[in-house]
């Protein structure tokens, strides 16, 4: 339930994800604008975590794709 809400979130751009350079780590830091989806994120569970991030990895390659 929560998830769908931080997915629609992220789209909207109410929430950034930070992830490692390659090889330092694997934590994911989430922030989000306004209380609600800040309160969201921390009832996140690792793997809906992990799939907000493989959302965030997904955007970054295309926009790379897009500048080159």
């Not at 929430?15 to 009832?43: C, M, N, Q, S, W």
Request: net charge positive.
């Amino acid at each position: 339930m929560l998830f769908n809400y931080i997915e629609k979130q992220w789209k909207a751009g109410n929430v950034r994800a930070g992830l490692p350079a390659v090889g330092h780590g694997d934590t994911i830091y989430l922030e989000g604008k306004g209380l609600f989806v800040t309160l969201a994120l921390l009832f996140l569970s690792d793997f809906e975590r992990t799939k907000i991030s493989a959302l965030s990895k997904a955007e970054a390659i295309e926009k790379v794709r897009l500048n080159t």
